[in-house]
């Protein structure tokens, strides 16, 4: 009798935390890679053509096909065998769109996405914006 009880308080407490997890709108993935993937993943990629560390975290960065385009996968010394982060970065990056865009989209296509930023923020050096938005709760 105890362990049908059991089963049945693991489901009520995990149910609120599934049912948060679906309101929300996270990407987890981008282009074909995941968050959490094991690091093992990046051997068809070849040899990084540049490795390092950066705020205490490890990065791999692999030059993609075609320009000057490339993918940072950033892994999290505590977790050594998991993909903590990723980043594609170039202008001319043939990508799978993340959240439905691509590199080298519009600022009006962003918004029309991903709705109206917070905050934008000027990135001289970089001769673009970043447009900020603050994480919610719920919808």
């Known amino acids: 009798m105890l362990a049908p009880i059991r089963l049945i308080a693991r489901c009520i407490i995990l149910l609120p935390a599934l049912l948060l997890a679906q309101t ?18 990046l051997k068809p ?17 692999y030059k993609l096909a075609k320009g000057s385009s490339y993918m940072v996968f ?14 594609v970065s170039g202008e001319d990056a043939e990508m799978h769109p993340f959240a439905g865009l691509k590199l080298g989209d519009t600022q009006e296509q962003v918004i029309a996405k991903l709705g109206k930023p917070d905050e934008v923020k000027p990135e001289p050096e970089e001769r673009l914006q970043v447009l900020v938005q603050k994480p919610k709760l719920h919808d």
């Open 24 to 41: 929300q709108n996270c990407q987890t993935e981008l282009n074909g890679f995941l968050l959490g993937q094991y690091t093992s993943t």
């Open 45 to 61: 990629l070849g040899a990084p053509a540049e490795t390092g560390e950066q705020n205490g975290w490890h990065y791999q960065a």
């Open 74 to 87: 950033e892994i999290d010394p505590k977790h050594p065998e998991q993909i903590a982060a990723i980043q």
